[in-house]
């Protein structure tokens, strides 16, 4: 019973599997809001501890989790979940303040008070408690110090600091350039673009999900599964060779993994025609990719056009793509800045499924100058 | 009976608070009164920060989490801490690893490393949920575009320095993350060894961006983890990245002032 359920949990935190029940976890409770509900909220955490705890009897989970250095993880993942209900608890809330006859809270409470004692008491308080948390988890944890330094002696598997195993992450699906460099640059870039591509003006100074929904949603994707849920997984979940370990599985440093990845180029050329890739020089190199070119265009170039226009020139069923209120209410420049931006990012779920369908290794793939997408 | 014990005390309280290095400190009395709770925020330069009065609903838990009050409290313990550790460390192959393990074993009451330790991650987790908190108030919207722009820089900033302060132990934990870390950096776009047209920088046959000049070796000081890698690490870790950080906290706490003052609907 027990093995089963082991192999069931294994199973599940699979990076297809994980991947997918959390994003359409997330999406079903953006669509049926009445999941922020305390109750819900308290039977999640008392789940969530007792699997947490019961699993601290499996060796092969407490000897991960219970490493100095992925503490902080199991912090990322109770907090995280704690503060996402409490944003989006309260924000509900006052939707329904909003739609009855009231006002939000936080205009209910618009009068001024002093902040001496109101607020430098809380702080003193909250400044009490860190003080304490932080000499307990000293006291009772030391401080992880391995072996001196070895240049000769790489561990397996060797991992950045926790907070960039997302990144790490991305390379099982980009090549370095890409997730070590030109997506932490746009993260970056992104962030500091949201204010300037946002022009919606409800929903500044209080929480709420009804009035700015398109943008929760997306911020909250991002945060919670393309960057939490990968570090998480990346931290727990990857073992020697960055292969996948389920949490109750050994860590076995001569597993195996068949890699059969085939480029885009490799379909086309050898699967469809049946012929070898075109060898020899720049154009034959232009000619092996120029499908993979394509689909990296269209993507990136024509498919920000093609959402631009209104509904009624999509076909049915394809509806949904169009973003045409979002051309008019924003302007073109935010358009497309934003556009592009939410493109770059859904480009990680989109290459993910392709790996795990297709076994798709590059679109592009010109390993001559080190440039593969 | 009890009055015995506290009426001398109430009186040399009252002693001590009347006199002249009491009131040159404090130079109001206690903010009870309304004209004292706005005195002592003016009067003090930490409390400064504040305004005298606030909306109420803004400074309520429920809505700030006090996550960017923690966090810079973080900083300020994480500041402290460092600081008592650059007393016993030296940031060389040859004595790094020995210094943390001196620091474990003869230090009396040494937590000082795990506090730093555990008080940087803690650090990198409430940014995040700053950030989190923040964005789900819609608090990045006009007037506060700017700020949560150095807000960003901020997240970055922490990011590097927990980064850079991972190699300082000098075991084996460091200087693999360091690696795996740094070895992207040889894939940047035309500053890379190993990134994409960077092979087309060429002056007639020579390369110009070879793996003794890319940005992985400006990040390092050297073509893999080493010496220089340590040193570049610990001033950046003590001294740059702190300078960089605090200047631009002076600039992201005065323009929450400025920009109004804790978010509230308009």
């Known amino acids: 019973m027990i093995d089963l359920f082991k192999d069931l949990v294994n199973w599940a935190s699979g990076p297809t599997v994980l991947f997918t029940i959390a994003t359409l976890g997330l999406l079903a409770a953006f669509r049926f809001t009445q999941v922020w509900s ?44 704690f503060f996402t209900w409490f944003a989006m608890h309260q924000g509900i809330q006052n939707d329904r303040r909003s739609a009855g006859e009231g006002e939000v809270l936080e205009k209910q409470e618009s009068e001024k008070v002093w902040v001496w004692p109101d607020l430098v008491y809380t702080e003193m308080l909250a400044m009490v408690i860190l003080s304490i948390v932080l000499l307990v988890w000293s006291i009772l944890l030391a401080a992880p110090l391995e072996q001196p330094a070895n240049p000769a ?95 109750y599985e050994y860590w076995d440093v001569h597993r195996v993994e068949p890699l059969l990845n085939v480029n885009v180029s490799d379909f086309f050329w050898v699967k469809l025609l049946g012929r070898p890739l075109p060898t020899g020089g720049f154009f034959a190199a232009l000619m092996r ?30 509806k949904w793509l169009s973003c045409h209120h979002y051309f008019e209410k924003m302007g073109a420049t935010r358009y497309y800045l934003g556009v592009s931006l939410f493109l770059m990012m859904m480009s990680l779920p989109i290459k993910m499924y392709l790996r795990w369908a297709f076994n798709l290794k590059y679109i592009v793939a010109f390993p001559e100058i080190f440039f593969n997408i | 009976m009890l009055n015995r014990i506290l009426a001398p005390l109430s009186a040399a309280w009252k002693e001590a608070t009347d006199s002249q290095v009491w009131t040159s400190i404090f130079r109001h009395g206690k903010p009870v009164s309304n004209r004292n709770r706005a005195l002592v925020m003016m009067s003090n330069v930490f409390l400064h920060l504040h305004p005298v009065k606030s909306r109420k609903a803004g400074i ?78 819609g608090s990045y919207k006009p007037p506060r575009e700017f700020n949560w722009g150095i807000g960003v820089v901020l997240l970055v900033l922490t990011l590097l ?85 605090a200047f631009l906290m002076a600039v992201h706490f005065w323009r929450v002032r400025k920009d109004g003052g804790i978010s509230g609907p308009m």
């Open chain 2, 161 to 245: 320095l927990s980064f850079t302060g991972y190699l300082l132990p000098w075991d084996q934990l460091a200087i693999w993350a360091i690696a795996v870390g740094s070895n992207m950096a040889r894939a940047t776009p035309l500053l890379g060894t190993e990134g994409p047209l960077s092979a087309s920088l060429t002056l007639g046959d020579i390369s110009l961006i070879n793996a003794g000049n890319d940005a992985r070796f400006a990040l390092l000081g050297a073509r893999s983890v080493g010496q220089p890698t340590l040193l570049r690490f610990y001033v950046l870790h003590c001294v740059g990245l702190p300078l960089a950080a």
């Open chain 1, 153 to 247: 002696d790489s561990p397996n598997p060797s991992k950045a600091p926790w907070y960039f195993l997302g990144l790490q992450e991305m390379l099982v699906y980009f090549d370095p350039w890409l997730a070590g460099v030109v997506f932490p640059t746009l993260i970056i870039v992104g962030l500091m673009a949201i204010p300037y591509i946002d022009t919606n003006p409800k929903g500044n100074g209080y929480f709420t999900f009804k009035e700015r929904k398109a943008e929760i949603v997306i911020f909250l994707f991002g945060f919670l599964i393309l960057w939490c849920l990968l570090v998480v997984s990346g931290t727990f979940l990857r073992g020697p060779n960055w292969n996948f370990f389920g949490p």
């Open chain 1, 38 to 81: 305390k109750t819900s909220a308290k039977v999640f955490f008392v789940v969530l501890a007792v699997f947490y705890t019961a699993s601290m009897w499996d060796p092969d989970f407490l000897l991960i989790v219970a490493k100095p250095d992925n503490i902080p993880i199991t912090g990322v993942i109770f907090l995280v979940f």
């Open chain 1, 289 to 318: 990719e120029w499908l993979g070119i394509l689909m990296v265009g269209a993507y990136l170039f024509v498919l920000p056009v093609v959402m631009s226009w209104p509904r009624d020139k999509f076909p049915t069923g394809l």
């Open chain 2, 60 to 137: 309520k838990l429920r809505y700030t989490w006090c996550m960017g009050g923690i966090t810079f409290f973080l900083f300020l313990v994480l500041t402290f801490t460092g600081l008592l550790l650059m007393f016993y460390y030296r940031p060389t192959v040859e004595y790094a690893y020995a210094d943390i393990v001196d620091l474990q074993e003869h230090v009396p009451l040494g937590i000082m490393r795990e506090l730093h330790r555990w008080g940087a991650h803690a650090m990198v987790i409430t940014v995040w949920l700053h950030m989190l908190r923040v964005f789900m108030t």
